[in-house]
């Protein structure tokens, strides 16, 4: 691939705090530390001379959609761009590529997220939730992909990303890579070969 191509990776909504302590005081919560699957595979791809951008949403877990799109304004992304998104994320990506029309090459979807959620009365909803996943996400967007999507999703993961992610599969016709026993892609998960794989294909 040629090695100008340019990758924007997106974390997802955390929870506001992590046993008392503050996300943002959580270095392994950075999506640009190498410590976790997503900084890991930044560098791995800078290593072959992509360019990567990991943009943070500040408080995220709260943080409302323009929010979201704001920080992604800031970003480059044009048809040499390959999107990752994780949960949250993967569903603001497709949300704002839809509403900015731009065309991009590849999309990769991490246990993505979608309005599904909101359909769980069990679940302890976000602020922001129901304005955050107002958007549908529609098949006419393929047409903004130049190559294809591609969904990476694990078996243990929760049912309504299991549901959200047969949802894109059907409308956006994407490949599913299913894996066993990552669950919803905590950063606890040191390297995750398989995204880099797929990037660079």
């Known amino acids: 691939m040629d090695q100008k191509s340019n990758v924007v990776m997106l974390h997802g909504r955390w929870p506001e705090k992590i046993d008392g302590e503050f996300i943002a005081d959580i270095p392994s919560c950075d999506s640009n530390y190498e410590g976790n699957w997503m900084g890991w595979t930044k560098e791995r791809l800078e290593e072959k001379g992509y360019?990567?951008?990991?943009?943070?949403i500040v408080d995220a877990w709260k943080a409302s959609y323009e929010e979201w799109k704001?920080?992604?304004d800031k970003v480059t992304i044009d048809e040499n761009t390959i999107l990752v998104g994780l949960s949250a994320g993967a569903y603001a990506l497709l949300r704002w590529l839809g509403e900015s029309g731009e065309k991009v090459k590849?999309?990769?979807?991490?246990?993505p997220a979608s309005k599904r959620m909101l359909d769980n009365p069990n679940r302890d909803k976000?602020?922001?939730?129901?304005?955050?996943?107002?958007s549908e996400i529609m098949p006419g967007l393929k047409s903004q992909i130049q190559e294809?999507?591609?969904?990476?999703?694990?078996?243990?993961?929760?049912?309504d990303i299991l549901q959200s992610a047969e949802l894109f599969k059907e409308v956006l016709d994407a490949k599913v890579i299913r894996l066993d026993g990552?669950?919803?892609?905590?950063?606890?998960?040191?390297?995750?070969?398989e995204l880099v794989e797929e990037i660079m294909k």
């Open 126 to 134: 976000a602020p922001q939730e129901e304005e955050f996943y107002s």
């Open 70 to 72: 704001r920080e992604l």
């Open 106 to 111: 590849k999309v990769i979807l991490i246990a």
């Open 51 to 56: 360019s990567v951008t990991c943009p943070i």
């Open 148 to 159: 294809r999507v591609v969904i990476i999703v694990s078996n243990d993961d929760y049912a």
């Open 182 to 193: 990552l669950g919803h892609f905590s950063f606890l998960i040191k390297t995750l070969p």
